[in-house]
């Protein structure tokens, strides 16, 4: 077993105050926006079996002599894994804290990543002008530790033209026509929304600012099981245009569905699935990628392209979960499905038992989600409070005491 110190990641989306204040560290003034929990090469995490864990500042954060970047640490002891590909953690493990809605986005499959990656390596593509960092594909799940809002997935298509005609229905005449149409409708008024010229973008975002809306509902109230909340779209794309001002990404927010995640609910969104993260917290799971195409609301690269040839246009698309704690009163558990290969999540909840977790075959990653309890195992003990992760070789039993709970994540 060994210690993990997560990698800080401060983008402009990011939180001051969400995940210093899970953590209970000071803040620095910076948006925290992510901390990463495995060993993607772009951020890994720094592995020690005697060190304290704490976020990392920054990317060569020291944990002391006997640390290690935890994929050399694999590369070195690959029968810690025990996977078919040998020497690399094939999920991801993050927490999460978006204060503003984060980039209108997609993730390809795991030919499209392959082709993609191959092409713009033979093209020599310059790394700033680059989609793919990977040849692998990204299926993630974000798993609300407070209440979560995002956009995922395509609302059906009638729905989105009857917003855009009490929008602007001059401007976005040629994409209410199109959603219409029996075949490729939403497909080919997304791409025209996405398309707008300037003028045509500026008069839509100006008769958005000035027309009468129901309320954007935020995440109060009981939301149906996957998820869906009925505010009005058109006060969700308003609400984005406070933070992207003249984007057309806050247009393409009207095609998409609205969810709202309750703490212990979890959103899976595959391969194709429009989505943008609205603001939370949460604890993210996902392959371990960093292949996202942009849309919009970013300051990074958009490919509008790219991004059209493999999204999928079916309505709806994402999955939401929110499974029950079985068990009783010392000890409960609570199981995710895994709709992915690559990972599947296990929150453990104790409160004065030892509970023995469930055995895997290939390498795990738990993380403290709140309370203070102990990770035990034959080898080590490790104290843990919110934001504290171990890793566990293939094969490694754990057992959990204390007071708290604790995300388990490992390979189906």
Same mark, same amino acid.
Request: charge should be negative; include cysteine.
């Given at each position: 077993?060994?210690?993990?110190?997560?990698?800080?990641?401060?983008?402009?989306?990011?939180?001051?105050?969400?995940?210093?204040?899970?953590?209970?560290?000071?803040?620095?003034?910076?948006?925290?926006?992510?901390?990463?929990?495995?060993?993607?090469?772009?951020?890994? $995490?720094? +592995?020690?079996?005697? %060190?304290?864990? *704490?976020?990392?500042?920054?990317?060569? !954060?020291?944990? /002391?002599?006997?640390? &290690?970047?935890?994929?050399?640490?694999?590369?070195?002891?690959?029968?810690?894994?025990?996977?078919?590909?040998?020497?690399?953690?094939?999920?991801?493990?993050?927490?999460? $804290?978006? +204060?503003?809605?984060? %980039?209108?986005? *997609?993730?390809?499959?795991?030919?499209? !990543?392959?082709? /993609?990656?191959?092409? &713009?390596?033979?093209?020599?593509?310059?790394?700033?002008?680059?989609?793919?960092?990977?040849?692998?594909?990204?299926?993630?799940?974000?798993?609300?530790?407070?209440?979560?809002?995002?956009?995922?997935?395509?609302?059906?298509?009638?729905?989105?033209?009857?917003?855009?005609?009490?929008?602007?229905?001059?401007?976005?005449?040629?994409?209410?026509?199109?959603?219409?149409?029996?075949?490729?409708?939403?497909?080919?008024?997304?791409?025209?929304?996405?398309?707008?010229?300037?003028?045509?973008?500026?008069?839509?975002?100006?008769?958005?600012?000035?027309?009468?809306?129901?309320?954007?509902?935020?995440?109060?109230?009981?939301?149906?099981?996957?998820?869906?909340?009925?505010?009005?779209?058109?006060?969700?794309?308003?609400?984005?245009?406070?933070?992207?001002?003249?984007?057309?990404?806050?247009?393409?927010?009207?095609?998409?569905?609205?969810?709202?995640?309750?703490?212990?609910?979890?959103?899976?969104?595959?391969?194709?699935?429009?989505?943008?993260?609205?603001?939370?917290?949460?604890?993210?799971?996902?392959?371990?990628?960093?292949?996202?195409?942009?849309?919009?609301?970013?300051?990074?690269?958009?490919?509008?392209?790219?991004?059209?040839?493999?999204?999928?246009?079916?309505?709806?698309?994402?999955?939401?979960?929110?499974?029950?704690?079985?068990?009783?009163?010392?000890?409960?558990?609570?199981?995710?499905?895994?709709?992915?290969?690559?990972?599947?999540?296990?929150?453990?909840?104790?409160?004065?038992?030892?509970?023995?977790?469930?055995?895997?075959?290939?390498?795990?990653?738990?993380?403290?989600?709140?309370?203070?309890?102990?990770?035990?195992?034959?080898?080590?003990?490790?104290?843990?409070?919110?934001?504290?992760?171990?890793?566990?070789?293939?094969?490694?039993?754990?057992?959990?005491?204390?007071?708290?709970?604790?995300?388990?994540?490992?390979?189906?």
């Amino acid at each position: 077993m060994l210690r993990l110190q997560g990698r800080l990641q401060a983008y402009d989306w990011g939180s001051r105050e969400a995940l210093p204040a899970f953590l209970g560290l000071p803040g620095d003034g910076r948006p925290w926006a992510e901390i990463w929990y495995g060993a993607h090469p772009s951020a890994p $995490a720094l +592995a020690s079996s005697v %060190s304290p864990c *704490v976020p990392a500042a920054g990317v060569d !954060a020291d944990l /002391g002599p006997r640390s &290690e970047r935890l994929d050399r640490w694999l590369a070195e002891n690959p029968r810690a894994l025990r996977e078919p590909n040998g020497r690399a953690l094939p999920y991801l493990v993050k927490l999460l $804290a978006a +204060a503003r809605p984060l %980039s209108l986005q *997609v993730h390809p499959n795991s030919d499209q !990543a392959a082709r /993609g990656f191959a092409r &713009e390596g033979a093209d020599r593509t310059p790394p700033a002008s680059r989609n793919y960092a990977d040849d692998k594909h990204k299926p993630e799940t974000l798993l609300a530790l407070v209440p979560t809002r995002a956009l995922a997935g395509f609302r059906d298509a009638e729905s989105v033209a009857a917003d855009l005609e009490r929008l602007a229905p001059d401007v976005l005449r040629a994409a209410i026509s199109q959603l219409r149409q029996p075949a490729n409708g939403l497909r080919d008024a997304f791409e025209t929304v996405l398309r707008l010229d300037r003028g045509a973008i500026d008069s839509a975002l100006t008769a958005l600012q000035g027309i009468p809306l129901a309320g954007s509902g935020g995440s109060g109230g009981s939301a149906p099981a996957d998820g869906t909340w009925g505010q009005d779209s058109l006060a969700v794309a308003r609400e984005v245009l406070e933070f992207y001002p003249g984007d057309v990404g806050v247009l393409a927010t009207i095609f998409l569905q609205p969810r709202s995640l309750e703490p212990g609910a979890a959103l899976s969104v595959g391969a194709g699935v429009v989505h943008c993260y609205l603001d939370g917290l949460g604890l993210e799971v996902m392959a371990s990628s960093d292949n996202v195409i942009r849309a919009g609301l970013t300051s990074k690269r958009v490919d509008i392209d790219e991004l059209l040839a493999i999204v999928d246009f079916t309505a709806g698309g994402a999955l939401v979960d929110h499974p029950r704690a079985e068990g009783g009163a010392n000890a409960t558990v609570q199981s995710y499905p895994a709709h992915f290969s690559e990972y599947q999540v296990t929150i453990y909840g104790i409160a004065g038992a030892s509970v023995e977790t469930k055995g895997a075959h290939g390498a795990r990653v738990a993380i403290a989600l709140d309370g203070q309890t102990r990770a035990n195992c034959p080898d080590g003990r490790a104290a843990l409070v919110a934001g504290d992760a171990v890793f566990l070789g293939a094969g490694e039993s754990l057992e959990l005491s204390g007071h708290g709970r604790v995300a388990v994540v490992g390979v189906p």
